[in-house]
């Protein structure tokens, strides 16, 4: 069945960085546009970025525009989030996802000095 394991999430102080995985797997992953949520505590699930299946075309909310950078390797059904100057407000559990499929269990990034 479609699965998404994220991973690479952690602890990392204001201003740092963090790169976030997500291994795909029971769908054609090189045919399917990929995206990024995130959610908070008491929030609703926020979209974040996306890539196009060739990976030649991403967007991004504009809270993360110029800081988080999309991108894919569809030789290894996996797409990646790199994240800079994270502040406290990108605290949150991340999650990747295509048009199919459910959620995965997320992977929690926590900005905090």
């Known amino acids: 069945q479609v699965q998404f394991v994220e991973s690479g999430g952690g602890l990392v102080q204001p201003g740092g960085s963090l790169r976030l995985s997500c291994a795909a797997s029971g769908f054609t992953f090189s045919r399917y546009t990929m995206n990024w949520y995130r959610r908070t505590p008491g929030k609703e699930r926020e979209w974040v970025a996306v890539i196009s299946s060739t990976g030649g075309s991403t967007n991004y909310a504009d809270s993360v525009k110029g800081r988080f950078t999309i991108s894919r390797d569809n030789a290894k059904n996996t797409v990646f989030l790199q994240m800079t100057s994270l502040s406290p407000e990108d605290t949150a559990v991340y999650y990747c996802?295509?048009?199919?499929?459910?959620w995965g269990q997320g992977t929690q990034v926590t900005v905090s000095s």
């Open positions: 996802k295509a048009s199919i499929g459910g």
